[in-house]
């Protein structure tokens, strides 16, 4: 069984930056897509970030683009999300996703078989 833990989240000031931490646990990625995806309150879960475990490709959603970086560390077996130049707009709850697979395509929920429990980030005006 796969368990995700994510870990980083907190209060931060717009303009501040935030490292977001998922451990991947239960088996070793070797193939496979990690995503991050958020949910503000009364709003869906969307897309905000993937990379693949082998080659490294990483998809960002336009929103993130420039601010936000993702990476892995696989004899960790964690990918992390370095948050920068974060705005009031990124508050939400931010969940880490594993797809072993790389069938459906990496912004997609449904890509994805396991899930975090999520973290919280706020950002303050």
């Known amino acids: 069984q796969v368990q995700l833990v994510e870990s980083g989240g907190g209060l931060v000031q717009a303009g501040g930056s935030l490292r977001l931490s998922c451990a991947a646990s239960?088996?070793?990625?070797?193939?496979?897509?990690m995503g991050w995806f958020r949910q503000a309150p009364g709003k869906e879960r969307e897309f905000v970030s993937a990379?693949?475990?082998?080659?490294?490709?990483?998809f960002y959603t336009d929103s993130v683009k420039g601010r936000f970086t993702i990476s892995r560390d696989n004899a960790k077996n964690t990918v992390y999300l370095q948050m920068n130049s974060l705005k009031p707009e990124d508050t939400a709850v931010y969940y880490c996703?594993?797809?072993?697979?790389?069938?459906?395509?990496?912004?997609?929920?449904?890509?994805?078989?396991?899930w975090g429990q999520g973290t919280q980030v706020t950002v303050s005006s």
């Open positions: 239960g088996r070793t990625f070797s193939r496979g897509t």
């Open positions: 996703a594993a797809d072993p697979l790389e069938i459906i395509a990496p912004r997609a929920r449904s890509a994805y078989d396991y």
């Open positions: 990379i693949r475990w082998s080659g490294g490709n990483t």
